[in-house]
């Protein structure tokens, strides 16, 4: 058995798992560049940018933690499933995507309110990113495919 360098390895983990991190990369990068544009043109303010972009970790942490990250055995690799716990995380992912301009739009208009979206999404997609790394890197190590 070899021992894995800390990035995953497409031997160990599954094609769709790794397929969906590499979204969330891209996600990342376009919403964050987004939102840079935005701080620089003073579309929105820092501290506005920091809570909504803080209020997307927590957020992408929570989804990410209750996400099923597993390993299958005849398969040998880590593998993401969908139960039915995360089918209603997906649901209410999507309810709360689709309506957080009815959500914010109390407190917020306009341009600033798209700013402040795009920081809570480049949060969110942060915070599932690094919920399902973790999640995978500690499967791996539990099978010794990882350093410790």
Do not use: P
Not at 42 to 58: C, D, H, Q, S
Not at 74 to 96: C, P
Not at 106 to 125: E, K, P, R
Request: a positive charge; one cysteine or more; hydrophobic letters at 50%.
């Amino acid at each position: 058995m070899r021992l894995v360098k800390s990035r995953l390895d497409k031997n160990y983990v599954q094609r769709k798992l790794r397929y969906r991190l590499r979204i969330f990369y891209v996600i990342l990068f376009l919403m964050s560049g987004i939102l840079v544009y935005d701080l620089l043109t003073g579309v929105i303010t820092a501290w506005l940018a920091i809570g909504g972009f803080g209020l997307g970790v927590v957020i992408g942490f929570a989804v990410g933690s209750i996400s099923t990250v597993l390993w299958h055995e005849e398969k040998s690799k880590v593998i993401s499933k969908m139960d039915w716990a995360g089918g209603i995380v997906l649901v209410l992912y999507l309810s709360f995507s689709f309506s957080k301009k009815w959500i914010f739009g109390h407190w917020l208009h306009g341009a600033i309110l798209s700013a402040f979206c795009f920081s809570t999404v480049a949060g969110i997609m942060l915070g599932r990113l690094i919920s399902t790394r973790k999640q995978v890197k500690g499967i791996l190590k539990e099978k010794g495919f990882l350093k410790k």
